[in-house]
């Protein structure tokens, strides 16, 4: 490694949302870096839009609260689908005790969160990979393109890939490959539908919600190996096929066709939690380094800040101490996420000889990667 070195007492792989705020809880008693692969946000906008109304004490902890309710950002409205039966069933959030919960500028969310982090001193690089990492000497030893780095406490925060629980040997268990196709709509001045609409057919599911700003996402979930899925990157036939179902089509009347559909992975991915101590002491792993839901869950910002919230608690309380506490709460939540999502794709049996539902019958993790 090269003769620029530096030490501090934390370092965070990722920029997101769970890196972030993992280095905001941590920075008041420690000097703390997160590198960044990318030097600035991607272009194309997140998707991943919705926070349930429990996030806001964990907001509250972040100390961005405030900024958080004054940002714009839009109050859920009533969820409706049709998934079990073919009609619709609504869902009031007026039963949700924490409250109903947002629907996100996703972009001003996560330039709060790192915004937030700057501001309590928390040391951000980005343009910064990671080439090499080990365990040496009681430390890790990152090599980066500004100089190497070294901390007893190292955290995965890399997203859905999960880079650097690879490069230490760690594996992953991967449900059925899923495809999310997605398009943002300007919805016309006219419309005030603010409910969540998911609606599920033969290829897969499909949802719909109101953002900030006058946009509305329109985004498709199926496999990676349905022919139809070169078809739905036509954003005229992906609005054309999503009006086809009554319930999108009603949110989705006098839209234009989104400029263009982008696609990417969405399934059950989860790592091995039981394999953390092989990397090495001190080493953890949140957000979906740890465990990438499904979108049909809804819960993966709300996992990126309590994941950080819980590993925040372990590394103030000392890894050798209370890794095995911060496991058996992650192993907890992946059980109960499981079982909830293999009931939830075993509603709609009108498909269930569908090879899209025939596959998520079973187990919906199973495959283990390296």
Request: charged share 20%; aromatic share 6%; proline share 8%.
């Amino acid at each position: 490694m090269s003769g620029n070195r530096q030490t501090w007492d934390a370092v965070i792989v990722g920029g997101g949302p769970a890196g972030l705020a993992l280095a905001t809880l941590l920075r008041p008693h420690r000097r703390v870096l997160v590198l960044e692969r990318r030097d600035s946000p991607p272009a194309s906008p997140p998707i991943g839009e919705s926070l349930p109304g429990a996030a806001s004490i964990l907001l509250q902890r972040l100390g961005v609260l405030a900024t958080f309710r004054d940002a714009g950002h839009r109050e859920r409205g009533a969820a409706v689908s049709v998934w079990d039966i073919d009609c619709p069933v609504w869902r009031d959030t007026i039963v949700d005790p924490a409250g109903p919960g947002w629907y996100l500028d996703r972009r001003a969310f996560e330039q709060m969160l790192q915004q937030q982090a700057l501001d309590v001193g928390v040391t951000l690089r980005q343009g910064s990979p990671v080439s090499t990492v080990a365990h040496r000497c009681g430390e890790w030893q990152l090599e980066t393109p500004q100089g190497d780095v070294r901390a007893p406490v190292l955290v995965d925060a890399t997203g859905r890939r999960g880079s650097l629980a690879r490069q230490l040997g760690l594996s992953r268990h991967d449900g059925p490959p899923l495809l999310c196709l997605y398009g943002f709509l300007e919805r016309p001045p006219e419309s005030r539908d603010n409910t969540m609409r998911v609606q599920a057919d033969a290829h897969g599911w499909w949802y719909t919600v109101p953002l900030p700003g006058g946009r509305r996402v329109l985004a498709c979930h199926l496999d990676l190996d349905d022919p139809l899925h070169h078809r739905l990157k036509q954003p005229e036939a992906f609005l054309a096929t999503a009006r086809q179902h009554a319930l999108l089509a009603e949110a989705l009347q006098g839209a234009d066709a989104p400029e263009r559909i982008r696609g990417r992975p969405a399934g059950t991915s989860l790592l091995d939690v039981a394999q953390l101590p092989r990397a090495g002491p001190g080493f953890l792993a949140v957000g979906d380094a740890l465990l990438a839901f499904d979108p049909l869950a809804s819960q993966g910002l709300f996992h990126a800040l309590a994941s950080a919230a819980s590993a925040a608690r372990a590394i103030e309380r000392g890894l050798n101490r209370s890794l095995g506490a911060y496991q058996q709460e992650m192993q907890a939540v992946a059980g109960r996420y499981l079982q909830h999502l293999r009931a939830s794709y075993q509603g709609p049996k009108r498909f269930a000889r569908e090879p899209f539902w025939q596959r998520r019958f079973m187990a919906p993790a199973g495959r283990r990667v390296s």
